[in-house]
């Protein structure tokens, strides 16, 4: 049996007095795309952050290409695993060229520099997410399309085999969610590369993900096909949503949400609540 690319072992998290993963347990093949969806507070952030080290779990572990993650120092942890973040933290007055070049931090020996390797495969990340023409402009100046594509460039120049999205559609507009996905779909098909995504979006995720992980309080409610994962009972139940789902023109699946009937301007009854739905 091929060894998982991540291995999440009845994960527990506690944060606040509250259990943000309860029991999450989940494996990911190589070169699968994993998408974990569930409604705001379900503990999709916390599962990423869990797997790149920056949270501890309270009990249950991670397994990364048959290693544990607890036993790898950051370094080796970061050429295993890249996080492009909802809203990464960069320095102020930083270029595109400077901020890809800092996914190489991770193979350069303590207190070194970079090397013509690392130039190279900061140039060549540049390139696949066709950036050259914006090297030299400020991150912060950048439309929201073009930040994110900076922000997977540095994901890329990192060289991990598994890389973590977390809400990589966030504020964009639809063009530029798809171009972002396909692109992402494209890097992981042509460099081998394993995708775990949270995504608010439903439909993106049955679209683009070979499976997904519906988490709610911090369980695994559902885990499988989009089919059976975006069920309308499932997402009445878990976010208090009254949708339809059907079939997308390219075969996966599309959710919709349905308004309540209206007469003469009000509707025929009040909506249920989400406690109500649940």
């Not at 569930?38 to 009990?59: E, F, I, Y």
């Not at 909802?86 to 190489?104: K, N």
């Not at 507009?173 to 396909?182: A, K, P, R, S, T």
């Not at 994962?229 to 959710?255: E, F, K, N, S, W």
């Amino acid at each position: 049996r091929v060894t998982a690319a991540l291995s999440c072992c009845d994960l527990v998290v506690t944060l606040g007095g509250r259990r943000v993963l309860d029991g999450v347990s989940v494996d990911v093949e190589p070169g699968e795309w994993l998408a974990v969806v569930g409604p705001n507070g379900a503990g999709k952030t916390t599962m990423l952050r869990v797997v790149t080290g920056a949270q501890s779990p309270d009990a249950g572990s991670v397994w990364i290409a048959g290693r544990e993650g607890a036993g790898l120092r950051g370094r080796e942890r970061a050429r295993a695993v890249a996080l492009v973040a909802q809203s990464p933290v960069v320095p102020p007055g930083m270029t595109v060229a400077e901020y890809v070049l800092l996914g190489r931090t991770p193979h350069l020996a303590r207190f070194g520099t970079e090397r013509a390797a690392d130039v190279a495969a900061a140039e060549e990340a540049i390139a696949l997410l066709e950036l050259e023409a914006l090297v030299e402009r400020e991150l912060t100046t950048l439309s929201g399309g073009e930040r994110q594509r900076a922000y997977l460039a540095r994901a890329l120049a990192q060289a991990a085999p598994l890389v973590l999205l977390d809400e990589p559609t966030t504020a964009l507009d639809v063009g530029h969610q798809q171009d972002v996905l396909e692109l992402v779909d494209h890097l992981r098909a042509s460099r081998g590369l394993t995708i775990v995504s949270t995504m608010h979006d439903l439909t993106l995720a049955g679209q683009y993900a070979d499976r997904l992980l519906l988490l709610d309080g911090g369980r695994v409610i559902a885990h499988g096909d989009a089919a059976d994962v975006l069920t309308p009972q499932a997402l009445a139940r878990h976010y208090g949503a009254r949708v339809q789902v059907i079939d997308g023109p390219g075969g996966g699946p599309v959710v919709v949400p349905l308004r309540l009937p209206k007469v003469r301007g009000a509707a025929v009854e009040d909506p249920p609540s989400p406690s109500e739905a649940r």
